[in-house]
């Protein structure tokens, strides 16, 4: 191919990109103003107060007085068993109570758990909770915890009702 031919083929090739590149940015339509949008960014929060129990504060107790020579080796003049401190006391805190359904005492765990698998197929949340006297070990099967007591008293109700169950009781638990 001549010279001057392969100039203007160039040429035309640099004129057709520019314009492909140039032309749409002053032949295509302003952008629309966008809508400003706000976040209100919420305060940090604050550190957390940990529950956290000190340890009472000890003090350095020598356990063994020892001296090290050339002539007499290692020598232990003295020795004092280590004390060991109390454990620090422990303030019991006070719970959340809850309110249960005792549905009935048994003296044999497989009558209860009959009837615990019974309230909980009809759809109670029902458990057996055993204890100790001093006739021997008895079994209380109980419904609920609920956190309402006229709540523990509308299962009552309903556990008469449906189960013909007649001497529920609702006691505080623990």
Do not use: C, H
Not at 29 to 57: G, V
Not at 68 to 89: F, L, N, R
């Amino acid at each position: 191919m001549e010279q001057p031919l392969k100039q203007r083929l160039i040429g035309a090739t640099i004129v057709i990109s520019l314009a492909v590149i140039f032309l749409p940015m002053f032949i295509g339509q302003k952008p629309a103003d966008t809508d400003i949008i706000t976040i209100d960014i919420p305060t940090e929060p604050s550190e957390p107060t940990p529950n956290i129990q000190t340890l009472p504060e000890q003090k350095e107790e020598i356990v063994a007085k020892v001296s090290i020579s050339k002539e007499s080796g290692v020598k232990i003049s003295e020795q004092v068993p280590p004390t060991i401190p109390s454990p620090p006391e422990v303030k019991t805190v006070e719970g959340i109570s809850a309110w249960v359904v005792q549905v009935g005492s048994f003296s044999d765990s497989k009558n209860a758990n009959s009837l615990a698998s019974k309230l909980k197929s009809a759809g109670f949340t029902a458990f057996v909770e055993p204890s100790s006297v001093k006739t021997g070990d008895i079994f209380r099967v109980r419904v609920g915890p609920e956190l309402d007591k006229e709540k523990a008293e509308a299962i009552s109700v309903k556990l008469q009702k449906e189960q013909k169950l007649s001497n529920t009781i609702v006691i505080q638990y623990p």
